[in-house]
């Protein structure tokens, strides 16, 4: 992509929840939408009774609320209404739910009001410190870290609240205590662990708060605290939970804008003993990069004594050693690849390369004034890794699957670059979106005059710009984007002035559309374009494509009908990607995807069950969806929740009789943008005994993700059906041995170990295998290259933890 907005246009939003939310289903009570509310005799009531949906709504309310529903008056109102309910709290997720709807209505009041400030101005401090007090009492009842979906997303509406009203200096002392509830056990629910971590979001929300930073120089045992959590935490290093530990890090350097010098030094002491603790390459390269990038940032002037001066140039080196030329302009530097992989994804580039100029007829010819001659390539082994580095290296965002930075193209001394990180889930190595951000690069080159801002700011290129690298990376055989077509959701004017701010369908497969719809039945159109755009005249390319969109309206819309694929789609591969895999009631799975991928779940739900729900939870932005006794996908669906990011809870409303109806329940998780490391859970509730039903599945759910094994370094793991793994083997020639042992020996699984060093292993695909009987595996394998040796370990009996142990000779 060549620019990822992060957010959601509200207006956008509030159309898509009111057109898609419980596709299927009644919709939402009414009694809690915002138009009832400001009727009803006893709002209140509805609010403590909201659903998703109403709460989803609220954030999208106009601001004519403003002098009405979210009026202070009104708010005052719904506060002392939370205080009361907050006196009463005992833990139960009823009183838990009234107490985040009550928090998420005040919340919405503050979200719809800031945009607003110039007219309304803010909400009184009187009111701010009211809300504070009315957090803290929350936060010292016995029962605010209680365990429970309900309970946690009440806490999360009360931490997610200091940073609205910015009190975080009166619930600072609070929350650093609400720390101490970070255990190893309670580090499973990662939702937990999330709302924990909302002191840290509000501490950078505070950054221009002066009283934030008076606060601190008052209380310096603050700063004790977070290094103590810290250093307490250090088991969390290297696991799903480890962002709150390297945060708490991070936002700490972050306090050296303060203009307290006593502070400043306090902080600084802290840092330091940090990076002697965590320098680059020991236990957490990740609090390293947090803490070199803040010194960089907020005191460059002390970089040097910490041995920061050079701080870029030494993480490059370390996760960036290769650097290969391509014959053409790229140079692709990466994280972990062999040359013989280097040199594959240099023939895709110059494919591409060479398809392009074809299509675009452009005469290899660049734009005037365009010194980009040469653009780096740069792969990042994991989308962790990219989240974990790329920012601080390259200056660009990592909640995507990429990204082109064209920087300013005629500077002669200018590095453009594209951002990239390996497809974890493809077989053999494949770099995410590849064909597409070289496109972008192309593109820049050889048909846009200037810089990306002079392409953007007339308007109408969007479409272009998304469209055309996703037409040049699938040309006929995007199957997502024709099976849009079908719905003739938007209008070819709609498409052609879409704007960066609009929803992903519309700007990656909408503009896909366009493109093939003109350069299919229109090319001497996109000729006049590309004539109008190579001499920097934007304005008439505008005018051009508001003109396209009216004379084609009814022949793009009747093409939409009739439009195919020719050809197989290149995609996303996922293991199994059509496959729907079982999930088991009250159980999680956790999964990573690419942006665009789906992967597909179904459960079993028994007779008698009174409570259902789904919930994702983690970092990305993943979709999910759900439809009862057929399988679901984010266009066909009866169920969902999404919003912006990775956290959805979707609860499926009982019948009549106060049960979920029995059977068979699809779930998707659709990647929206790439997601990492996210956690899907279905929960359920009884009316009988709670013994395992033969249709739910008795045995825990896998995880997924693979695991990456290291030399002579045991591994347990717990596998009820397949696992992943993988070990890196650094040079061509190296046998690998790998063993599996059971933990404990009267376990009853029947465990078999399967390898292959191109691809990820398959019961009938491989190149060696133990399937002996029992929970004991041994293969040895030599590899012909240096990489990745992929593992499956499958299991046909009961669930069994095993210990997997790897060496190379």
């Known amino acids: 992509m060549?620019?990822?907005?992060?957010?959601?246009?509200?207006?956008?939003?509030?159309?898509?929840?009111?057109?898609?939310?419980?596709?299927?289903?009644?919709?939402?009570?009414?009694?809690?939408?915002?138009?009832?509310?400001?009727?009803?005799?006893?709002?209140?009531?509805?609010?403590?009774?909201?659903?998703?949906?109403?709460?989803?709504?609220?954030?999208?309310?106009?601001?004519?609320?403003?002098?009405t529903l979210f009026s202070e008056n009104n708010i005052r109102l719904i506060q002392q209404q939370l205080m009361l309910h907050i006196s009463n709290y005992q833990g139960e997720?009823?009183?838990?739910?009234?107490?985040?709807?009550?928090?998420?209505?005040?919340?919405?009041?503050?979200?719809?009001?800031?945009?607003?400030?110039?007219?309304?101005?803010?909400?009184?401090?009187?009111?701010?410190?009211?809300?504070?007090?009315?957090?803290?009492?929350?936060?010292?009842?016995?029962?605010?870290?209680?365990g429970g979906s309900e309970q946690v997303a009440a806490l999360k509406s009360m931490t997610t609240m200091v940073d609205n009203i910015r009190q975080l200096p009166?619930?600072?002392?609070?929350?650093?205590?609400?720390?101490?509830?970070?255990?190893?056990?309670?580090?499973?629910?990662?939702?937990?662990?999330?709302?924990?971590?909302?002191?840290?979001?509000?501490?950078?929300?505070?950054?221009s708060v002066d009283s934030f930073y008076d606060d601190l120089a008052q209380h310096p045992e603050y700063l004790e605290q977070l290094q103590r959590f810290i250093l307490d935490g250090e088991w969390a290093l290297g696991t799903e939970a480890d962002f709150i530990v390297t945060n708490a890090a991070r936002e700490m350097g972050r306090l050296l804008v303060t203009p307290h010098e006593s502070t400043r030094t306090q902080v600084l002491a802290i840092l330091e003993s940090l990076l002697q603790r965590y320098p680059l390459g020991g236990k957490s390269d990740k609090m390293w990069v947090g803490i070199a990038e803040m010194i960089n940032y907020f005191a460059p002037e002390k970089a040097e004594a910490l041995g920061l001066k050079d701080a870029k140039n030494q993480l490059e080196a370390r996760v960036m050693p290769l650097r290969h030329h391509c014959d053409g302009p790229a140079i692709?530097?990466?994280?972990?690849?062999?040359?013989?992989?280097?040199?594959?994804?240099?023939?895709?580039?110059?494919?591409?390369?060479?398809?392009?100029?074809?299509?675009?007829?452009?005469?290899?010819?660049?734009?005037?004034?365009?010194?980009?001659d040469s653009v780096e390539v740069i792969v990042f082994n994991t989308n962790a890794d990219y989240v974990s580095y790329s920012n601080f290296l390259f200056g660009n965002t990592t909640n995507n699957g990429g990204q082109y930075l064209e920087g300013n193209p005629a500077n002669p001394d200018n590095q453009a670059r594209f951002v990239a990180y390996r497809n974890e889930y493809a077989e053999g190595?494949?770099?995410?979106?590849?064909?597409?951000?070289?496109?972008?690069?192309?593109?820049?080159?050889?048909?846009?005059?200037?810089?990306?801002?002079?392409?953007?700011?007339?308007?109408?290129?969007?479409?272009?710009?998304?469209?055309?690298?996703?037409?040049?990376?699938?040309?006929?055989?995007?199957?997502?984007?024709?099976?849009?077509?079908?719905?003739?959701?938007?209008?070819?004017?709609?498409?052609?002035?879409?704007?960066?701010?609009h929803d992903l369908d519309r700007i990656y497969r909408w503009g896909y559309l366009a493109v093939r719809f003109l350069m299919e039945n229109h090319p001497n159109e996109v000729g006049t374009l590309l004539s109008y755009a190579r001499q920097g005249d934007y304005t008439q390319w505008t005018e051009t494509a508001k003109t396209l969109g009216t004379r084609y309206a009814g022949e793009f819309?009747?093409?939409?009908?009739?439009?195919?694929?020719?050809?197989?789609?290149?995609?996303?591969?996922?293991?199994?990607?059509?496959?729907?895999?079982?999930?088991?009631?009250?159980s999680a799975v956790t999964l990573s995807g690419a942006a665009y991928s789906e992967q597909l779940f179904y459960i079993d739900v028994p007779a008698n069950t009174r409570n259902l729900a789904f919930a994702i939870t983690g970092d990305g932005d993943a979709d999910?969806?759900?439809?009862?006794?057929?399988?679901?996908?984010?266009?066909?669906?009866?169920?969902?929740?999404?919003?912006?990011?990775?956290?959805?809870?979707?609860?499926?409303t009982p019948d009549a009789n106060g049960n979920i109806k029995p059977g068979r329940y699809y779930l998707s998780i659709a990647g929206r943008e790439a997601f990492n490391q996210i956690t899907l859970k279905a929960t359920a509730d009884s009316v009988e005994s709670g013994e395992p039903d033969e249709h739910t599945g008795s045995q825990p759910a896998d995880d997924l993700t693979p695991v990456v094994l290291e030399?002579?370094?045991?591994?347990?793991?717990?596998?009820?059906?397949?696992?992943?793994?993988?070990?890196?083997?650094?040079?061509?020639?190296?046998?690998?041995?790998?063993?599996?042992?059971?933990?404990?020996?009267?376990?009853?699984g029947n465990v078999s170990l399967y390898a292959a060093s191109a691809h990820w292993p398959t019961a009938d695909k491989y190149e060696t295998a133990s399937t002996d009987p029992g929970n004991q595996a041994f293969i040895e394998l030599t590899a012909e290259k240096a990489g990745y040796v992929h593992l499956l370990l499958t299991n046909e009996g009961e669930a069994a933890n095993v210990e997997v142990y790897a060496a190379t000779l």
């Open 332 to 372: 692709i530097r990466a994280q972990a690849m062999t040359q013989e992989q280097a040199a594959e994804a240099c023939n895709i580039l110059t494919d591409k390369e060479a398809d392009f100029h074809q299509v675009v007829n452009s005469g290899y010819q660049p734009v005037a004034g365009d010194y980009n």
């Open 93 to 146: 997720a009823q009183q838990a739910s009234v107490i985040e709807n009550l928090g998420e209505f005040i919340r919405a009041a503050y979200y719809v009001r800031y945009p607003h400030k110039g007219q309304y101005g803010d909400f009184s401090d009187a009111l701010d410190v009211s809300l504070a007090h009315t957090i803290n009492t929350f936060l010292t009842s016995p029962y605010a870290s209680q």
């Open 711 to 748: 030399a002579d370094k045991p591994q347990i793991l717990g596998v009820s059906a397949q696992r992943y793994l993988a070990f890196y083997v650094p040079e061509a020639g190296k046998n690998l041995r790998v063993w599996v042992t059971p933990t404990k020996q009267d376990q009853k």
């Open 624 to 652: 999910l969806y759900a439809s009862y006794d057929r399988t679901a996908h984010y266009y066909d669906y009866d169920f969902t929740a999404f919003t912006a990011g990775s956290n959805e809870t979707l609860t499926i």
């Open 2 to 67: 060549k620019y990822l907005h992060s957010g959601y246009q509200r207006s956008a939003l509030a159309l898509l929840i009111s057109t898609t939310l419980y596709a299927n289903t009644a919709s939402a009570a009414p009694a809690c939408e915002i138009d009832a509310l400001s009727s009803s005799p006893s709002p209140i009531k509805a609010i403590e009774q909201a659903d998703l949906e109403c709460r989803m709504a609220w954030f999208s309310a106009s601001s004519d609320t403003l002098n």
């Open 557 to 586: 819309n009747n093409w939409l009908l009739t439009v195919t694929t020719d050809g197989e789609q290149p995609g996303e591969p996922q293991p199994n990607p059509d496959v729907a895999r079982s999930l088991a009631l009250n």
């Open 429 to 501: 190595y494949s770099i995410l979106n590849l064909e597409h951000e070289y496109v972008h690069y192309l593109d820049g080159r050889f048909n846009l005059y200037g810089d990306f801002n002079d392409v953007l700011s007339p308007g109408h290129t969007v479409w272009w710009l998304e469209g055309f690298a996703e037409y040049m990376h699938y040309k006929q055989g995007y199957d997502a984007a024709v099976e849009l077509a079908r719905k003739q959701t938007y209008s070819l004017s709609d498409i052609l002035s879409t704007t960066y701010e």
């Open 170 to 207: 009166l619930t600072m002392a609070n929350q650093l205590q609400l720390l101490n509830h970070f255990t190893a056990e309670k580090a499973q629910d990662l939702q937990f662990v999330d709302t924990l971590n909302n002191l840290f979001r509000a501490m950078s929300g505070h950054i």
